[in-house]
């Protein structure tokens, strides 16, 4: 879903991670943090609430524990088949480790995806969470 032509808004319960793709608008990519911040007043996120900007192909393993497929396009380089096995091993257990996370912290918890569209958040269908093209 992540897409290199635009940026992205990932919401976690504390925090708003800024997806920033290399083919961005130029003027989105300089306003993320502003629109990150003002998307946390508008939502009413909790206080002290971090706002993140992450550029593609800058993404933590946390980032990215929440995008099926994501650790797939890492080995779309040539890589050893060893590597390969190495980095789906490890994206795995991260999906493990976050699915084992949400049931702990209940039905209360909510990840929600956005879209930035002239400056502004788009909700992403679940449907859509963790495409990328």
């Not at 991260?94 to 049931?103: F, G, H, I, Q, S």
């Amino acid at each position: 879903m992540l897409d290199t032509n635009d940026v992205f808004i990932l919401e976690l319960n504390k925090m708003v991670n800024i997806w920033i793709g290399k083919e961005a608008d130029v003027e989105e990519k300089k306003n993320a943090l502003i629109i990150g911040k003002s998307f946390v007043k508008a939502h009413n996120k909790p206080k002290g609430t971090r706002v993140v900007r992450t550029v593609e192909n800058g993404e933590d393993v946390h980032f990215k524990s929440f995008f099926e497929g994501f650790y797939k396009m890492a080995t779309s380089h040539e890589h050893s088949e060893a590597c390969k096995q190495d980095i789906e091993k490890l994206a795995n257990k991260k999906r493990e480790n976050v699915a084992n996370l949400m049931t702990k912290l209940g039905a209360n918890v909510e990840v929600k995806v956005y879209l930035c569209e002239n400056g502004q958040p788009r909700l992403l269908e679940e449907s859509d969470h963790g495409h990328f093209f």
